[in-house]
Protein backbone atom coordinates (compact mmCIF):
# COMPACT_ATOMS: atom_id res chain seq x y z
CA UNK A 1 0.00 0.00 0.00
CA UNK A 2 1.19 3.25 -0.83
CA UNK A 3 1.03 5.55 2.07
CA UNK A 4 1.90 9.26 2.56
CA UNK A 5 3.10 10.23 6.16
CA UNK A 6 2.14 13.54 7.82
CA UNK A 7 5.62 13.94 9.53
CA UNK A 8 4.81 17.30 12.01
CA UNK A 9 8.86 17.04 13.46
CA UNK A 10 7.61 14.76 16.20
CA UNK A 11 8.22 11.94 17.64
CA UNK A 12 4.84 10.29 16.99
CA UNK A 13 4.97 10.71 13.44
CA UNK A 14 8.72 9.88 13.32
CA UNK A 15 7.58 6.28 14.18
CA UNK A 16 4.10 5.99 12.72
CA UNK A 17 6.08 6.47 9.38
CA UNK A 18 9.01 3.79 10.84
CA UNK A 19 6.21 1.69 11.80
CA UNK A 20 4.61 1.79 8.24
CA UNK A 21 8.29 0.90 6.54
CA UNK A 22 8.81 -2.12 9.00
CA UNK A 23 4.87 -3.07 8.04
CA UNK A 24 6.29 -3.33 4.25
CA UNK A 25 4.07 -0.34 2.89
CA UNK A 26 5.54 2.11 0.22
CA UNK A 27 6.30 5.06 2.64
CA UNK A 28 6.64 9.10 1.70
CA UNK A 29 6.75 11.44 4.48
CA UNK A 30 5.58 15.11 4.21
CA UNK A 31 5.68 18.48 6.37
CA UNK A 32 3.63 20.65 5.79
CA UNK A 33 4.16 24.42 5.56
CA UNK A 34 1.18 26.46 7.71
CA UNK A 35 2.15 29.17 9.26
CA UNK A 36 4.07 32.31 6.91
CA UNK A 37 5.26 34.28 10.03
CA UNK A 38 6.89 33.72 12.94
CA UNK A 39 6.84 30.59 15.04
CA UNK A 40 8.93 29.24 18.18
CA UNK A 41 6.12 26.53 19.17
CA UNK A 42 3.66 23.98 18.17
CA UNK A 43 4.63 21.89 14.74
CA UNK A 44 5.40 25.24 12.50
CA UNK A 45 8.94 25.78 12.77
CA UNK A 46 12.21 25.31 10.55
CA UNK A 47 13.49 23.04 13.00
CA UNK A 48 10.68 20.81 12.91
CA UNK A 49 11.30 20.75 8.94
CA UNK A 50 14.30 19.61 9.26
CA UNK A 51 14.09 17.01 12.81
CA UNK A 52 11.05 15.66 9.74
CA UNK A 53 13.58 15.17 6.79
CA UNK A 54 16.37 13.91 8.78
CA UNK A 55 14.16 10.95 10.71
CA UNK A 56 12.86 10.65 6.14
CA UNK A 57 16.31 10.12 5.50
CA UNK A 58 17.61 7.98 8.24
CA UNK A 59 14.07 5.19 7.90
CA UNK A 60 14.86 5.93 3.61
CA UNK A 61 12.11 7.64 2.36
CA UNK A 62 11.30 10.51 0.62
CA UNK A 63 10.14 13.67 2.05
CA UNK A 64 8.20 16.72 0.75
CA UNK A 65 6.86 19.72 1.81
CA UNK A 66 3.76 20.80 1.26
CA UNK A 67 3.19 25.12 1.44
CA UNK A 68 -0.63 25.23 2.99
CA UNK A 69 -0.36 28.66 3.46
CA UNK A 70 -3.13 30.29 2.02
CA UNK A 71 -5.38 27.26 2.91
CA UNK A 72 -4.18 27.32 6.66
CA UNK A 73 -4.31 30.64 7.31
CA UNK A 74 -8.11 30.99 5.33
CA UNK A 75 -9.34 28.25 7.38
CA UNK A 76 -7.93 28.24 10.54
CA UNK A 77 -5.85 31.79 11.56
CA UNK A 78 -8.51 34.47 10.08
CA UNK A 79 -11.53 32.32 11.48
CA UNK A 80 -9.78 32.07 14.94
CA UNK A 81 -9.31 35.65 14.78
CA UNK A 82 -12.75 36.65 13.91
CA UNK A 83 -14.16 34.37 16.89
CA UNK A 84 -12.50 36.31 19.57
CA UNK A 85 -14.10 39.21 17.91
CA UNK A 86 -17.39 37.19 18.77
CA UNK A 87 -16.89 36.52 22.01
CA UNK A 88 -16.23 32.78 21.40
CA UNK A 89 -13.45 30.54 21.79
CA UNK A 90 -12.23 28.30 19.01
CA UNK A 91 -10.19 25.16 18.68
CA UNK A 92 -8.03 26.30 16.04
CA UNK A 93 -5.95 22.50 15.89
CA UNK A 94 -9.12 21.13 15.47
CA UNK A 95 -9.93 23.56 12.66
CA UNK A 96 -6.28 22.39 11.33
CA UNK A 97 -7.46 18.48 11.37
CA UNK A 98 -10.82 19.17 10.21
CA UNK A 99 -9.61 21.57 6.55
CA UNK A 100 -5.99 21.22 6.60
CA UNK A 101 -4.67 17.72 7.36
CA UNK A 102 -8.05 15.51 6.69
CA UNK A 103 -9.11 18.19 4.06
CA UNK A 104 -6.47 19.64 1.42
CA UNK A 105 -3.77 17.13 2.79
CA UNK A 106 -5.75 13.97 2.27
CA UNK A 107 -7.07 15.25 -0.95
CA UNK A 108 -4.11 15.79 -2.54
CA UNK A 109 -2.99 12.31 -1.30
CA UNK A 110 -5.72 10.95 -3.12
CA UNK A 111 -4.78 12.99 -6.50
CA UNK A 112 -1.01 11.90 -6.06
CA UNK A 113 -2.29 7.93 -5.58
CA UNK A 114 -1.23 7.41 -2.24
CA UNK A 115 -3.92 4.39 -0.72
CA UNK A 116 -3.78 6.33 2.69
CA UNK A 117 -2.60 8.97 4.35
CA UNK A 118 -0.95 8.43 8.25
CA UNK A 119 -0.44 10.81 11.09
CA UNK A 120 0.83 10.30 14.43
CA UNK A 121 -2.07 10.96 16.47
CA UNK A 122 -3.01 8.78 19.55
CA UNK A 123 -6.08 7.28 18.66
CA UNK A 124 -7.40 4.16 16.49
CA UNK A 125 -9.34 3.23 13.87
CA UNK A 126 -11.07 -0.28 13.13
CA UNK A 127 -13.60 -1.89 11.00
CA UNK A 128 -13.96 -2.39 7.15
CA UNK A 129 -15.27 -0.93 4.30
CA UNK A 130 -18.61 -0.64 5.32
CA UNK A 131 -18.20 0.76 8.77
CA UNK A 132 -15.07 2.44 10.09
CA UNK A 133 -14.80 3.49 13.70
CA UNK A 134 -12.70 6.25 15.29
CA UNK A 135 -11.40 4.78 18.85
CA UNK A 136 -9.57 6.57 21.76
CA UNK A 137 -5.94 6.00 22.00
CA UNK A 138 -4.72 3.00 24.14
CA UNK A 139 -2.38 5.62 26.21
CA UNK A 140 -5.50 7.66 27.95
CA UNK A 141 -3.34 10.45 29.11
CA UNK A 142 -2.21 10.87 25.56
CA UNK A 143 -5.53 10.33 24.07
CA UNK A 144 -6.30 12.91 20.69
CA UNK A 145 -9.42 11.13 20.05
CA UNK A 146 -11.03 14.31 21.06
CA UNK A 147 -8.99 16.33 18.10
CA UNK A 148 -10.21 14.16 15.70
CA UNK A 149 -13.96 13.85 16.51
CA UNK A 150 -15.10 15.39 13.24
CA UNK A 151 -14.12 12.56 10.89
CA UNK A 152 -16.13 10.88 8.70
CA UNK A 153 -16.71 7.61 7.00
CA UNK A 154 -15.13 9.42 3.63
CA UNK A 155 -11.96 10.20 5.83
CA UNK A 156 -11.43 7.42 8.20
CA UNK A 157 -11.63 4.67 5.54
CA UNK A 158 -7.66 6.45 4.13
CA UNK A 159 -6.58 7.23 7.53
CA UNK A 160 -3.61 4.88 9.41
CA UNK A 161 -3.13 6.07 12.38
CA UNK A 162 -0.13 3.56 13.57
CA UNK A 163 1.09 4.87 17.07
CA UNK A 164 -2.52 4.76 18.41
CA UNK A 165 -2.57 1.21 19.99
CA UNK A 166 1.07 2.06 21.94
CA UNK A 167 1.21 4.03 24.89
CA UNK A 168 3.72 7.06 24.93
CA UNK A 169 6.46 5.58 26.09
CA UNK A 170 6.42 2.77 24.12
CA UNK A 171 6.73 5.46 21.31
CA UNK A 172 9.54 6.87 22.63
CA UNK A 173 11.12 3.19 23.06
CA UNK A 174 10.60 2.75 19.58
CA UNK A 175 12.59 5.97 18.36
CA UNK A 176 15.32 5.69 21.06
CA UNK A 177 15.92 2.17 19.17
CA UNK A 178 16.11 3.07 15.86
CA UNK A 179 18.46 5.91 17.28
CA UNK A 180 15.97 9.01 16.29
CA UNK A 181 17.10 12.45 17.17
CA UNK A 182 12.77 13.09 18.10
CA UNK A 183 13.26 10.07 20.65
CA UNK A 184 13.08 12.72 23.34
CA UNK A 185 11.65 15.33 21.91
CA UNK A 186 9.32 17.62 23.79
CA UNK A 187 5.21 17.01 22.83
CA UNK A 188 4.32 20.19 21.37
CA UNK A 189 1.59 22.16 23.88
CA UNK A 190 0.61 25.66 21.77
CA UNK A 191 -1.02 26.84 19.28
CA UNK A 192 1.50 26.65 16.33
CA UNK A 193 1.13 30.24 14.71
CA UNK A 194 1.38 32.19 18.17
CA UNK A 195 4.94 33.49 19.20
CA UNK A 196 5.63 32.67 23.27
CA UNK A 197 6.79 35.90 23.50
CA UNK A 198 3.65 37.92 22.34
CA UNK A 199 0.98 35.38 23.35
CA UNK A 200 -2.50 35.41 22.41
CA UNK A 201 -3.04 39.01 23.65
CA UNK A 202 -0.03 39.97 21.44
CA UNK A 203 -1.02 38.17 18.21
CA UNK A 204 -4.87 39.30 18.37
CA UNK A 205 -3.99 42.59 19.45
CA UNK A 206 -2.08 43.16 15.76
CA UNK A 207 -5.36 41.76 14.02
CA UNK A 208 -8.35 42.23 15.64
CA UNK A 209 -9.87 45.51 17.63
CA UNK A 210 -9.96 44.71 21.09
CA UNK A 211 -11.72 46.49 23.75
CA UNK A 212 -11.62 47.10 27.50
CA UNK A 213 -14.32 46.17 29.63
CA UNK A 214 -16.61 46.21 32.85
CA UNK A 215 -16.68 43.06 35.13
CA UNK A 216 -20.35 42.58 36.37
CA UNK A 217 -21.09 40.83 39.75
CA UNK A 218 -24.55 38.49 38.18
CA UNK A 219 -25.74 38.62 41.62
CA UNK A 220 -26.18 42.12 42.44
CA UNK A 221 -25.54 43.48 39.15
CA UNK A 222 -22.38 45.54 40.68
CA UNK A 223 -19.48 46.27 38.98
CA UNK A 224 -16.55 44.90 40.41
CA UNK A 225 -13.50 44.88 38.13
CA UNK A 226 -12.57 45.15 34.54
CA UNK A 227 -11.03 43.65 31.93
CA UNK A 228 -8.29 45.11 29.22
CA UNK A 229 -9.72 43.04 26.56
CA UNK A 230 -13.29 41.22 26.82
CA UNK A 231 -12.29 39.47 23.46
CA UNK A 232 -9.38 37.89 25.30
CA UNK A 233 -11.98 36.40 28.55
CA UNK A 234 -13.55 33.00 27.91
CA UNK A 235 -16.59 31.85 29.21
CA UNK A 236 -15.61 29.51 32.66
CA UNK A 237 -12.13 31.32 32.99
CA UNK A 238 -11.41 31.97 36.43
CA UNK A 239 -7.56 32.97 36.84
CA UNK A 240 -6.60 36.40 35.02
CA UNK A 241 -9.86 38.09 35.94
CA UNK A 242 -8.70 39.32 39.59
CA UNK A 243 -11.75 39.54 41.21
CA UNK A 244 -13.35 38.19 44.26
CA UNK A 245 -16.51 39.03 46.33
CA UNK A 246 -17.18 37.82 49.66
CA UNK A 247 -13.78 35.88 49.61
CA UNK A 248 -15.69 33.74 46.69
CA UNK A 249 -13.79 32.86 43.53
CA UNK A 250 -15.54 34.49 40.61
CA UNK A 251 -15.34 32.47 37.07
CA UNK A 252 -16.97 34.45 33.39
CA UNK A 253 -20.73 33.03 33.35
CA UNK A 254 -20.82 35.24 30.00
CA UNK A 255 -18.81 37.51 27.59
CA UNK A 256 -20.71 40.14 25.88
CA UNK A 257 -18.74 41.97 23.29
CA UNK A 258 -21.03 44.77 22.27
CA UNK A 259 -21.85 46.04 25.57
CA UNK A 260 -18.12 45.79 26.97
CA UNK A 261 -18.53 43.42 29.66
CA UNK A 262 -17.89 40.29 31.51
CA UNK A 263 -20.40 38.49 33.80
CA UNK A 264 -19.24 36.96 36.61
CA UNK A 265 -20.20 34.47 39.41
CA UNK A 266 -19.37 32.01 41.82
CA UNK A 267 -18.51 28.40 40.89
CA UNK A 268 -22.17 26.96 41.58
CA UNK A 269 -23.06 29.34 38.64
CA UNK A 270 -20.47 28.05 36.99
CA UNK A 271 -22.00 24.70 35.87
CA UNK A 272 -24.77 23.99 33.48
CA UNK A 273 -26.95 20.88 32.57
CA UNK A 274 -27.47 22.23 29.26
CA UNK A 275 -25.62 23.44 26.14
CA UNK A 276 -26.62 24.43 22.54
CA UNK A 277 -25.00 23.40 19.55
CA UNK A 278 -23.93 23.57 15.87
CA UNK A 279 -22.41 22.16 13.41
CA UNK A 280 -22.71 18.28 14.02
CA UNK A 281 -20.42 15.59 12.10
CA UNK A 282 -20.77 12.32 12.40
CA UNK A 283 -18.31 9.05 12.32
CA UNK A 284 -21.54 6.81 10.99
CA UNK A 285 -25.01 7.84 10.89
CA UNK A 286 -26.45 10.75 13.24
CA UNK A 287 -27.71 10.11 16.71
CA UNK A 288 -31.26 10.04 17.01
CA UNK A 289 -32.77 12.63 19.00
CA UNK A 290 -32.81 11.34 23.06
CA UNK A 291 -29.81 8.89 22.25
CA UNK A 292 -27.60 9.04 25.18
CA UNK A 293 -23.88 9.20 24.98
CA UNK A 294 -20.74 10.88 26.55
CA UNK A 295 -20.11 14.13 25.61
CA UNK A 296 -16.49 15.69 26.13
CA UNK A 297 -15.40 19.45 25.62
CA UNK A 298 -11.60 19.27 25.86
CA UNK A 299 -8.94 17.28 25.00
CA UNK A 300 -8.18 15.98 28.33
CA UNK A 301 -11.20 16.61 30.06
CA UNK A 302 -13.77 14.03 31.55
CA UNK A 303 -16.57 12.73 29.24
CA UNK A 304 -19.61 13.22 30.91
CA UNK A 305 -22.71 10.76 30.55
CA UNK A 306 -25.48 13.00 28.19
CA UNK A 307 -28.43 12.84 25.93
CA UNK A 308 -28.21 14.34 22.25
CA UNK A 309 -31.06 16.54 20.76
CA UNK A 310 -29.87 17.55 18.02
CA UNK A 311 -29.80 21.67 18.98
CA UNK A 312 -28.34 20.82 22.01
CA UNK A 313 -26.97 18.28 24.45
CA UNK A 314 -28.33 17.90 28.32
CA UNK A 315 -25.99 16.34 31.00
CA UNK A 316 -27.74 13.92 33.68
CA UNK A 317 -25.11 16.14 35.58
CA UNK A 318 -24.19 19.66 36.01
CA UNK A 319 -20.60 20.38 34.50
CA UNK A 320 -18.57 23.35 34.07
CA UNK A 321 -19.84 25.68 31.18
CA UNK A 322 -18.53 25.39 28.77
CA UNK A 323 -17.65 28.34 26.35
CA UNK A 324 -19.26 28.77 22.64
CA UNK A 325 -17.19 27.58 19.64
CA UNK A 326 -15.46 24.65 21.57
CA UNK A 327 -15.74 21.49 19.86
CA UNK A 328 -17.67 18.85 22.21
CA UNK A 329 -16.69 14.99 21.13
CA UNK A 330 -19.65 12.35 21.25
CA UNK A 331 -18.48 9.15 22.64
CA UNK A 332 -20.64 6.19 22.38
CA UNK A 333 -22.80 5.49 25.68
CA UNK A 334 -22.25 1.61 25.60
CA UNK A 335 -18.42 1.55 23.97
CA UNK A 336 -17.38 4.56 25.63
CA UNK A 337 -13.42 4.44 23.11
CA UNK A 338 -16.26 5.04 19.94
CA UNK A 339 -16.33 8.44 19.01
CA UNK A 340 -19.87 8.64 17.08
CA UNK A 341 -19.60 12.64 16.23
CA UNK A 342 -19.26 15.77 17.19
CA UNK A 343 -20.60 19.37 17.23
CA UNK A 344 -19.38 22.94 18.92
CA UNK A 345 -20.62 24.88 21.08
CA UNK A 346 -23.04 27.87 20.35
Not at 88 to 93: I, L, Q, V
Request: charged share 20%.
Amino acid sequence: MRVLVAMSGGVDSSVAASMLVDAGHEVVGATLKLWGGQSDSGCCSVADVDDARRVADQIGIAHHVFNFTDDFDASVVAPYVADHGLGRTPNPCIECNRHIKFGTLLERARRLGFDALATGHHARVDGGALRWRLRRGADRAKDQSYVLSMLTQAELAQVLLPVGALTKTDVRAHAALMGMRTADKPDSQDVCFIQSAEGRRGFLGDRLNMHAGQIIDADSGAVVGAVPAVELVTVGQRRGLGVAVDGRRLYALEVDIDARRVVVGPAEAALTEKVAVGRPTWVEAPLASGAAVLAQSSAHGRASACRWWGDSVVFDQPVALVAPGQTIALYDGGDTDAVVGSAVAA
